[in-house]
């Protein structure tokens, strides 16, 4: 017999990874109390992979959302010299697209009208706190006192449970700012996306519809300054010097948003009965469109452990661990793959820019090695 305890969850954080977790346990019957602080309404644009979106179809999220998501059938790299490139295509491993740009508030939208009760998010001030017991843990603020079985933090990359419960960290920071943007433009190839290795920063542009792109500028700190005084027309003038010969009519359509890119690492995803999810629990650099699709696999590995039903209580070091064990390699996979690129590409050396030159022209022509690395980008 399960107890009310046994069956009931906290989550804290309400971004996107929180909704997601929260959906999918509801749909396992649990019981669940979601905290969030006041958050402000984001309008970001992420790349899904083909993974994350057959799981999400199968978490019953309506079918205008899919219908609202662009297709990226083909991805072009370019090194600094523009003249090397590699071309990952879905033809190359059968898929109808390597990735599916998504919009965060559709997303959000089609999120809140899956949830089969009306979801209620309350809000927590910061002086919570939280204790843990043998077979429950406790939130407690000065009004209220909340207890479940476990408590999964998806408070993002500053987690604050993460810190109360004193799981360490290590932060890696890049020096990197990564600003996003709208944009139109005139566009041959909506499906088709493309990112540019540049010396003083990495410019990716995500066709969302037609003639509409979104761009995640990762700059580094003397080319973000330069950036960040810009207003809208000499930022336009700066993209047509470097990608004019790629797109025309360029038009900066939306609000620019910065991110400081750093990547951290936790020393271990649970303790006690508190569980890191997302954010919480990775972040690494934007280069590979990988933190969201992440934290999605996270969710999609609890889901499978919660469907094996061999556990007493969630909340207990058994699940904790074959979760942990399940997640390791991935997250650290991709940490190491972000981490490498940004490296590889950011490194001044004009030997090593060579290297990496003649290794795209290479790379361009092997099948074999571009199969196994978009297999890789789109579980
Ligand atoms: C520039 C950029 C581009 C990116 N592009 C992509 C992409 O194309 N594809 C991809 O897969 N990923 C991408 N990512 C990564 C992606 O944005 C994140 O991995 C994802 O949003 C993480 O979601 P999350 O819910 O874990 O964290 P968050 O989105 O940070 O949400 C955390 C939530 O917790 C709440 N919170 C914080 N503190 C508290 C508190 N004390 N109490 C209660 N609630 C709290 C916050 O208000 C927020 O709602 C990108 C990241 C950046 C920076």
């Not at 959906?23 to 019981?31: A, I, N, P």
Request: proline share 2%.
């Amino acid at each position: 017999m399960v107890s009310d305890i046994q069956n009931s969850i906290i989550i804290i954080g309400g971004g996107l990874v929180g909704n997601l977790l929260h959906l999918m346990l509801e749909s396992k019957g649990f019981s669940i109390n979601q905290f969030e602080k006041t958050s402000k309404l984001k309008n970001r644009t992420f790349a899904l992979t083909p993974s994350s979106v057959d799981w999400l179809k199968s978490l019953g999220l309506p079918s205008k959302f899919f219908d609202s998501l662009n297709d990226i059938s083909s991805m072009k790299i370019f090194d600094s010299t523009l003249s090397n490139s590699v071309t990952f295509e879905s033809d190359d491993i059968a898929k109808p697209a390597i990735a599916f740009m998504a919009n965060e508030k559709d997303f959000n939208e089609a999120i809140e009208k899956t949830f089969k009760k009306r979801k209620t998010i309350e809000e927590i001030p910061k002086d919570y706190v939280i204790k843990n017991k043998q077979d429950q843990v406790i939130i407690e603020t000065s009004k209220e006192r909340y207890k479940s079985s476990i408590i999964i933090a998806c408070d993002g990359v500053n987690s604050l449970a993460r810190e109360k419960i004193e799981i360490k960290s290590t932060k890696h920071d890049f020096n990197q700012t990564a600003i996003t943007f709208q944009l139109k433009v005139k566009l041959d190839n909506q499906n088709e996306a493309k990112q540019f290795f540049l010396k003083e920063s990495i410019l990716a542009i995500l066709p969302i519809k037609k003639d509409l792109v979104s761009i995640v500028w990762s700059c580094n700190s003397q080319f973000y300054k330069k950036i960040n005084s810009f207003d809208e027309k000499s930022i336009e003038d700066e993209l047509n010097l470097t990608i004019g010969d790629f797109y025309k009519d360029i038009k900066v359509v939306s609000k620019i948003e910065s991110f400081p890119l750093t990547m951290n690492r936790v020393e271990s995803f649970f303790k006690d009965r508190v569980l890191l999810v997302g954010d919480a629990a990775h972040f690494i650099h934007p280069l590979a469109g990988q933190g969201l699709n992440l934290g999605i696999r996270d969710i999609i590995t609890l889901e499978k452990i919660i469907d094996k039903k061999d556990y007493a209580d969630i909340g207990l070091k058994g699940f904790l661990r074959k979760y942990e064990r399940a997640r390791k390699e991935d997250v650290a996979q991709m940490g190491f793959l972000t981490l490498g690129l940004n490296w590889i590409f950011s490194n001044k050396s004009s030997i090593l820019s060579r290297i990496v030159g003649k290794g795209m022209s290479m790379l361009d022509k092997s099948k074999l090695l571009k199969k196994q690395l978009i297999k890789k980008a789109t579980a």
